[in-house]
């Protein structure tokens, strides 16, 4: 790993991302729940959605007044096994986190529950919502739509965002499966990764607009914002290797993070007004809990999972391939790794960290990175 890659307790980075939250005018508990998504991202593994979004996608949109600290959760519509919410552009990871306590309620008297969202907010990885549906063992699906990314199968315009369509359940292993991905090649957080540690993108994650790849990653964040630059669908470009089945999920997703709740969708989701100043960015999402118990023992159900994930595990392998892995496996296997190092922090996050530590005054904290610590 890079030298200038730093070790943060994650003791100490969870507590530093909820002083930061409330230093933005987050009320305590929301901030703990905010910070509770993202370090759960960074013990995970998962990168591009931890520490590496505090400030760009969560402190900077605050302090430009298109996201707002404190959350009014609005529930607009409401039925025994449904509900509408609207989230007035308030914290995603609270209105997320609700949203979920609502569907596995409905779930757990029902059967099932499903409850959609509208004017939210970027609510950081999904996986953390399917996990509580999991533990209250139940089946869990999430999707939310997000700035345009994607092109249409034979387009070169972004239109979609990269809309993850995620899935989770329990087993009877040690770790749950959980399937938490874009219907994109890749995602704005992964290409923020290569950005940060200054390394090319691989060829076919994005085109411009005459359908050339491109690869420097700084020159395609800034050419998404634009829209003179897309990423290519689950299955790549074209219809030889199936691009238009990431291109038709994607399109699921926003159908059904928008249409059931009245909210927007597509390039109403730029970020942007029609002089380009910034707004709001009225994000939609869905969350669904299914009670396995309302059709079959829970036990039952776990065993067959985890005997699922196994035959899958010890089926034969490529030549060359030392493990085959199910969906939730190598965040577990993350998370044994990391528990006792804490979150890899590079040189442009450490960076961050100090702007924003010095911009709310948290002189409490004081970093191994910095000199003379």
Known sequence: MDEQVAWIPFVTMERFMIDV?????VPEEDARVCADVLITADKWGIDSHGIGRLKTIYYDRIK???????????????????AVVDGHHGMGQVIAKKSMEMAIEKARRYGMGMVVVRNSTHFG??????????????????????????APTFGVENMLGTNPLTFGFPTDEEFPFLLDCATSVSQRGKIEVYARAGKPLPPGWVIDEQGNSMTDAEEVLAALVKGTAALAPLGGLGEETAGYKGYGYATVVEVLSAALQG??????????????????????????????????????FKKCAGEIMRQLRASKKAPGQERIYTAG????????ELKDKGVPVGKRLQEEMLAMRDDLGLTQYRFSFEEGA
């Open 64 to 82: 430009d007044g298109i996201q707002f600290p404190v959350t009014k959760f609005e529930v607009v519509r409401e039925g025994p096994t449904t």
């Open 125 to 150: 990885i999904c996986g953390y919502y399917l996990k509580m549906a999991v533990d209250a063992g139940m089946i869990g699906m999430v999707g939310t739509n997000a700035r345009p990314s994607i």
């Open 21 to 25: 939250f409330k230093g933005v005018g």
């Open 329 to 336: 496996e190598k965040e577990y296997l993350a998370w044994l």
């Open 263 to 300: 909210g927007a969708f597509l390039k109403q989701l730029t970020g942007f007004d029609e002089e380009g100043r910034k707004v709001p960015y009225r994000l939609g999402h869905f969350f669904m809990a299914i009670n396995i118990e309302a059709f079959t023992e829970l036990e039952a």
